[in-house]
Structures are given as C-alpha cells and as structure tokens.
C-alpha cells in the first residue's frame, strides 16, 4: 500500500544466478566465432583458388590420365628370308592376353583362373608377370599369357565385366615355319628382364614387348621391330572401356597413330642346303658344318648341333625345360660355328707348309723321312705310322705329322703365326653374331708370359695341337682363301634388306678382308695335295668320302683333347659322344677344279677325320651339286673372279702311294 502511494517506483531486471553472461560478454564471444568463421572461409577459398586456379590444369591432366590410357599396337615384324625368299622367321595372328596391374586384384586373378582352368605353372607364372609389371609401371599393360586359342580369348571377352584389366588382342606373333632349321643362325625372341627393360624403354619397348634373344633376331633387332603405333582410348573406374560422345571428349589429338611394319632380311643361307647338311650330322650327338662361296664370302649354311626349337623358346619354354638344356653338356646353347673354339688338328698343316715355302725353307719335292716317331730333346712325338720318305704332297695326302714337325723345327711358331694370322686365325670373323670368338695363335711371347718356352710348343702347333684353337667359320674361310687364289672374304650372311612391300633398301656386296701373303704356286702346291687326300689312293679321306658324283679337294683332322671321364650321368647316356675321343674335322672345297664352294665339318668327338667327318662333307657337296646348283642362285655372285688353276698333276691315282694313313 505504502509503495503505491509514494508515487513512481523504477525496477531493474537481473539475471537469475547461473542463467548465462552478461550481454557485453556475449557481444565478446559472438565476436570471436564470426572471426574464426572468417577465418575457415578464408582458407577455404585459398584453397579453392589453388585447386581451380593455380593447380587447376594439373589436376585436370591427371584426372583425365587416370581415364584416358595409351595402348601400344604392334608393328609386324620384318620376316628373315633365305636366298631365294623361303621364310625362315615369319609372323601369324595369335591372341594374347594383357593385364593392368593397378586393377589386377587377388579376386580379378582368382576369376581368371578359374574361368580359363590355368595349370600350377600358369597360375605361378601369371603371378610372376603381374609382379613384374608392378615394378615397371602399374599402369601400362604387361603380356599375361601369350600365344593363346580361340577358346581362351573368347571365354575372356565374354567375361570381360568380371575381369577389369584384363585384356585380349589379336595381334602378330612370331614364328619359325622351318622349326629348328640353322636355329642358331636366325635366333629367337623372349621377353625382356627388368635390367634390359630400364635400357630399352627409352627407346620406345613397353613392358611386354619380345625382342630378339639370339643369332639375327638379336643383331639386327632394329632393323626387324618396326615402329610400334599408339592408341588411345578411355576407361572406366573398374578399368573398362568406353566408347562414345564421352570418351571423344576426353581423348586429345589423333587416337590412333598407325604402326609401321619393320624391315625384312634376306640372307645368302639356302634354305635346302641347310636342311641337306643337318640331315648329314643327323646321327652325330654334336657337330658343326659350314658352307660358303668361295668367291664371295656369302655363307650358304651354318650348322651348330645340337640346336633347339626357336619356337619353344619363343615365350614358352617353361623353366623345367630351360634347366634341360642348360645342363645338356654338349652345350645346345652355343653356337659351335662361332662361339665355340677348337683344336685344329692336320687341318692347320696347311700353315706350317706356307711358311716353309713362302721362306724358301724346304723344296716341295725334297723327301723327308718319317720312321714312325720324331724326338725333341727327351721327348718323342708319335706319327701316325712310318711314311718313309715323303715330299710335301705325300705328307698332306698321308697326313705325316713327322713331316710337318720337321718343317716347324726349321721356320718356328712365330713365323707359323704370322701365316696364320693372315689367313684369319687368331681374331674374330667380323661377322658380328653370336659371341664370334678370335679362338688362339699361340706365339713363343704367348708362352713367355705363362711358363717357360719349349720347342715341342712348336712341335704341336704344327700340327694343329697344343694351344692352337680355331672355329668352324674361320676354318672355312681359310679354306676358301686356299680355294679362290688367296682372297680371304669377311663372311656373310645378309644379302639385302628389303621393306615390307619387297622394296630393296639396301644390298651388301662382298667384302674382301685381304690378300694373303702367298705365291699362287705354293697355293696350288696346297691344293694338289688335298686332292689327293680325297681322290687318290692312300689318302685319308679316299676310302671314306671320294666321291663318284664330281671330284673334291680337302683335309682331314683328328684333333685330340685332353683325356677325362665323363662328369655325370647325362653325359653316360650319350652314344657316340665321349669327352675323351678326338674331334673328327674335314675341311675342303669343290669342286676341285674351279671352285664354287669351302666346306668345314666338325663332328665333336667324332674320332677319326676321315672316317666320320669326311662322308658328311661328301653327302654335302653332292647334294649342292645335285640339287641347289642346277637351280642356281637367286642372284648372280657380285664380285666373283676367276677361281684358282686346277692343282697340278692331280689327276692320276698314284697305286704306288696305297701307304694306309690316319686321316
């Protein structure tokens, strides 16, 4: 009552006890929120700016990267032809399967196996790949299973939404239509390891490209490959392919840049003669023949056995089957041709007869005795019989070793070295395949630098012994220089290279290495006594290879080896071939009379020239004179000069000279 009656009365409001701040705090915090708030816009848009302005065309690259992927098409490889355009190395359509590792999931690999029924060595060879390609580039492509059937490649595709990654394509793959035929020659392709692979990316090889693993396939890689296109197209997040308006608008540029097919070779092998010289060796567990023109150079066949089937090797030589080979010891990896040297044996004799006769140290005529053994010093060297007294074309129809012994006595080893150098002994062909080896020249500085100096060093290099070791192409060149008046050729086996379409785009002629420096007398001195090795009663080779088809000329050689037993049992299940028995040479040209061809076979292990190597040349030569002669070749020679003069008084049997010798 009292309080109305005093007239106006003021109220002021107050906040319940711990019901919220006073309004100035309120204003404060308020205040402090809007600043944080401004604060995350202001990032935000920062950020905004640099992911759309600054960084913008960068991310857009690697979205689209991410979508629009590049596949390689393959260039068709260049064919490898023979002379006369029989391929030797061809193409034919094949599917194989590729995979992307970024998409290539436990599950993805889990269908796949199931879906094709994969093998335990596929599955563990698909996993192997798969790895491989990870470590290269996770997102290009890597060859899964190559060279596969219809059936495979269909079950894929119809699948395809199950198996993002995988892909199947239809694309050349190479091949050998004549198998195994001068395998070692025209080689075989096989997949890169991850060190060739990190070499040859720069140069435009994917991850799963095949390149030449051996012989011509390896040499002359870029002239074969070709120039692989390109291209491109877009993928979905599963990996999948699309097509349309969609896919245009992501692809920049042309989407597809053509392949370019490589360059085929067409080689002075004859295809026929090849397979009549394998057949010759057939039964022999390993051996070696080659044949070249004399006048040219031009190798007509290469034979290293045993071989291998380049198609096996191709992509499907499974590791079990690699082992095989690589524990084989006649070694069917290396190419005996080239690769692998050899003692000579009585095939080298022709060097110490030059040097005698070239320093004027013995008349050709002057008879030497032979009883049988030759003494140096202490030591006795063992003929192969007692010739009695023999001239020089006595010694190299009988092969008399005490002969040559004799003459090395009076010229030694190294004026016998430099003979030999010159006609090609000691480096390697020039041929540039396969490992060509310079095989060895012994000299007496050679010897110095290892032991002391003896003269039965002397004594067996004569005789092609000792540490003199040779291959078969420089054998046959040597041949061909004593068949042709002393022209000593670089060897080969590439006549021309042609484009796709048959073009030539360059023809190689012959290429003389040198003159050697002989008389041509004292090389028709040479040639006079071969032809009695082949033709004349006595000689070493007349019972086992003359023959009635024409006349030939030659030498034989049983070059020993030193002595062991064989190492394992795969070598106990090798007839015919023993590690202790000598090599069995003959070496030779024909026909006798105006040469066409030199011929060397070696059979390793062979033991007696003449009886074992000899009838091989012979089936050879009677086969080129009966069946690819008459043909002709498919070019005239480029280059061909007038053969030797026949050897002198070679035409008459001698049945006084009937003395039996080893070959």
Known sequence: MNDRQGGSQSFMIRSAPGTGPALPELRRRLRWVVLVVLVAIGGLTARLWQLQIVRGDQYYEQTVSNVVQERFLPSIRGKILDRRGEPLADNRPAFNIYVTPAHFTPEVAERLTRLLGLSEDEVALMHERVATGRERNRRARTLLFEDQGRERAALIKQAS???????????????????????????????????????LAPQGYEPSALVGRYGLERAWENYLRGKKGIERFAVNARGQRIDGEEADALIEGEAVIEPVAGHNLVLTIDAELQRIAERAVRRHPAAAVAVVEVDTGRILTLVSKPSFEPNTMTGHLTRAEETLLNQDPRKPFIDKTLRQHYPPGSTYKFVAALAALEDGAIDPAE?????????????????????????????????????????????GIDRMAEIAHDFGFGAPTGLGLNGDVAGRVPTRAWYEERTAFKIGYTINTATGQ????????????????????????????????????????????????????????????MQQGMWRVVNELGGTAFEYARSEVLEFAGKTGTAEVRTRRRRDAEEQ??????????????????????????????????????????PVAQQIIEGYFQEIAPRGSADAPAGATPAADAPAGATAVDATAARRSSP
């Open 161 to 199: 939404f199950q198996l993002p990654g995988v892909e199947v394509h239809d694309e050349p793959y190479r091949y050998y239509p004549q198998e195994g035929l001068a395998a070692h020659l025209i080689g075989y392709m096989n997949q890169m390891n991850s060190e060739e692979y990190a070499e």
């Open 573 to 614: 299940k090798l007839d015919g071939w023993h590690p202790s028995r000598s090599h069995a040479w003959f070496s030779g040209y024909a026909p006798a009379r105006d040469p066409e061809i030199a011929i060397v076979v070696l059979v390793e292990h062979g033991g007696m020239g003449g009886r074992t190597a000899g």
């Open 466 to 525: 000792g540490d003199v070791e040779v291959t078969v192409l420089q054998l046959v060149m040597a041949y061909a220089a004593l068949a042709n008046g002393g022209k000593l050729y670089v060897p080969q086996v590439v006549e021309r290279i042609e484009t796709a379409g048959g073009d030539e785009v360059v023809a190689f002629e012959p290429k003389l290495r040198r003159r050697v420096k002989v008389s041509s007398e004292n090389l028709g001195i």
């Open 367 to 411: 008879r030497l005795m032979c009883p049988g053994s030759h003494k140096v010093g202490r030591q006795v060297f063992r003929c192969t019989s007692s010739h009695e007294l023999v001239d020089m074309s006595d010694a190299i129809q009988h092969s008399c070793n005490v002969y040559f012994w004799k003459l090395a006595e009076v010229v």
